[in-house]
């Protein structure tokens, strides 16, 4: 089992910036792919960004130039930095790995864009 911690969420104004990070444990040995995930209110769960264990990275269309995603394997910690907040960036955040067959998620934390 991997356990995943999610923090860094809050309430930001437009064009304001946070930094999420997420903690794996537990069996880590192995761990692939991170992401972050994010599902809005009555949306569906969509991906943010994902970075590979060599560095990879790939980022929904949404938030390319503004969102930069970030893993450091010694610490097992992937980090995503937003930029240039909008409401529409307002949803719940999750930690999301890969390892061996098995996606793992955490309990998410939430990013609320407003004035």
């Known amino acids: 089992q991997v356990q995943l911690v999610e923090s860094g969420g809050g309430l930001v104004q437009p064009g304001g910036s946070l930094r999420l990070s997420c903690a794996a444990s537990?069996?880590?040995?192995?761990?692939?792919?991170m992401a972050w995930y994010r599902q809005a209110p009555g949306k569906e769960r969509e991906l943010v960004a994902r970075?590979?264990?060599?560095?990879?990275?790939t980022y929904a269309d949404s938030v390319k130039g503004r969102f930069t995603i970030s893993r450091d394997n010694a610490k097992n910690t992937v980090d995503l930095q937003m930029n240039v907040l909008k409401a529409e960036d307002t949803a719940m955040y999750y930690c999301?790995?890969?390892?061996?067959?098995?996606?793992?998620w955490g309990k998410g934390t939430l990013v609320t864009v407003s004035v």
């Open positions: 970075i590979s264990e060599g560095g990879t990275t």
């Open positions: 999301n790995v890969l390892r061996g067959a098995m996606f793992y």
């Open positions: 537990g069996r880590i040995f192995g761990i692939n792919l």
